[in-house]
């Protein structure tokens, strides 16, 4: 095929992902000099049959998203054709699917869940309120950047008040999140995508879709079946979600909330049922921003996992729970404990835990020493009680004794816990540590790993007041020994 360099007046920059019905490219808008990306059909791809019916659903898609002006929304600019070309220019977005974040069995980290369905739903609340119902509500329709701002795309087969693209009687949706009245062909409304954010929270919170299975025994099971509580499959979590989980997927529409804001009043009150009152904290804020972080690509040499689709089409690398590339460098008291270890820590902080568990193992003296390395990422006091109970499982059955508390050893040489040397003396550890120094290391390590740098540069100074440690806890984030030594060698000169 020949290639493309121009579709009306937009500049072909590059292609972001290809289907069977188009092609999305990078292109650039010179008029307005802004960046975005062009979703396109060719006529001569389709099927004369459907051809009608798919560019109207195009056209639906550009005429839902034109409407909508929101930050968790992907806006739509231009709506349009160009010989054999038909064409949406929408705001182009870094991100990645939320399903590329998804790991069969293991929670997302609680903070990361919240955040990522609080925008969702006020995303969907502000939409709702303009006549737009999605309709297809997944997680591979929710792209998350890499600062964890929620984008809700691929309005499709959203219905519009007034339009009269899809009757009453067509059966539309993705299957597993698909509500009762979409399988049966009746009339939707905002309430159908609160089914659906109901079946992405509780996949978050528990590690497993609600309903699962061929296509004919899900139909069965989101009509007639009620899934088990979310806290009889994590039980750490407040059954306070019990309730909201179990009004948002009711069978019935009347049964639901009325309103997605309603939904969130609902789940910000279980979340501080949960904390004991205590809200959303910087801390957690960091931790899902960690939480959501590219995904690392797989091993070569291992199977490749299944990819999701990105906002535009292209392979994202699936999240995956394997511990394969840490057993392969960790020292050798750890080798047969790696994967245990991370399960139990990705049950407390989500998929983040391998790369956090790579970093503490590099120079961790034994497992105690280890442990207390991975106790700060963990948010909660109940988590950390969960993971020390975990691990303490883990050496019984591994036959190794218990040399210490782990929550209790100490990182400061004296005896005592770091936390509770603070406590003691009131001396914050951050004190020997200006702004200015934290900026220009932050800054520093962002050449090597982008925007997380800030996160990362926070979090090393909760845990030491030394500059020299504090550097030194930095460059553990980089994997590279080359880019370890010149990431050190610049934050010397200062």
Not at 376 to 393: C, K, L, N, T
Not at 431 to 440: D, F, G, R, T, V
Not at 457 to 485: C, H, I, W
Request: proline share 6%; glycine share 8%; with cysteine.
């Amino acid at each position: 095929m020949a290639t493309i360099d121009r579709i009306g007046k937009y500049r072909i920059d590059g292609v972001l992902g290809s289907g069977a019905m188009g092609v999305v490219y990078k292109a650039f808008d010179a008029d307005i000099a802004r960046t975005v990306a062009l979703k396109t059909i060719r006529h001569e791809l389709l099927d004369g049959l459907q051809e009608a019916d798919i560019v109207a659903r195009f056209r639906n898609e550009a005429q839902a998203s034109g409407r909508l002006v929101h930050p968790n929304i992907v806006a739509v600019y231009d709506f349009g054709a160009y010989g054999d070309t038909t064409y949406i220019a929408m705001e182009y977005v870094d991100g990645t699917p939320l399903n590329a974040f998804l790991v069969k069995d293991v929670p997302m980290d609680l903070a990361a869940s919240i955040t990522c369905i609080t925008q969702l739903l006020r995303a969907l609340d502000y939409a709702h309120a303009r006549g737009v119902v999605h309709r297809d509500i997944k997680p591979a329709n929710i792209l998350i950047t890499a600062d964890a701002q929620v984008k809700i795309t691929d309005f499709g087969i959203a219905k519009i008040e007034s339009s009269t693209l899809t009757q009453v009687g067509a059966v539309i949706g993705t299957p597993s999140y698909m509500s009762p009245e979409q399988f049966k062909g009746e009339t939707v409304d905002g309430r159908s995508d609160l089914f659906a954010v109901g079946i992405v929270l509780y996949q978050m919170l528990t590690g497993v879709r609600p309903f699962s299975g061929p296509a004919s025994t899900v139909m069965h099971q989101i009509i007639h079946e009620t899934p088990p509580r979310p806290s009889e499959r994590q039980p750490a979590l407040n059954p306070a979600f019990d309730t909201v989980l179990a009004k948002a997927m009711a069978k019935r529409l009347e049964d639901r909330y009325p309103s997605a804001q309603a939904f969130l009043d609902a789940l910000s009150a279980a979340y501080m049922q949960q904390t004991g009152g205590v809200p959303l904290t910087d801390e957690d804020n960091e931790r899902t921003v960690l939480a959501f972080q590219r995904p690392a690509v797989p091993e070569p040499a291992r199977p490749a996992h299944p990819a999701g689709v990105s906002q535009h089409g292209s392979s994202v690398p699936a999240a995956t729970g394997s511990a394969s590339g840490l057993t392969a460098s960790a020292p050798d008291w750890l080798q047969g404990l790696a994967p245990e270890l991370q399960t139990a820590l990705s049950t407390q902080i989500g998929p983040v835990a391998k790369l956090v568990l790579k970093n503490a193992a590099r120079d961790a003296a034994d497992l105690d020493d280890l442990c207390d390395k991975l106790m700060p990422h963990i948010g909660s006091d109940a988590g950390r009680a969960q993971f020390q109970e975990r691990v303490r499982d883990i050496k019984k059955k591994h036959g190794l004794s218990t040399l210490s508390t782990m929550s209790g050893r100490s990182q400061t040489g004296t005896g005592k816990p770091a936390t509770q040397l603070t406590q003691m003396t009131g001396m914050p550890t951050l004190l020997q540590l200006s702004p200015e120094l934290m900026e220009a290391a932050q800054m520093k390590l962002a050449v090597y790993v982008g925007p997380i740098a800030k996160v990362l540069a926070k979090r090393a100074s909760k845990m030491t007041g030394n500059v020299d440690e504090f550097y030194r806890l930095l460059a553990e984030n980089l994997p590279d020994p080359q880019e370890r030594a010149r990431f050190l060698k610049d934050v010397a000169k200062g």
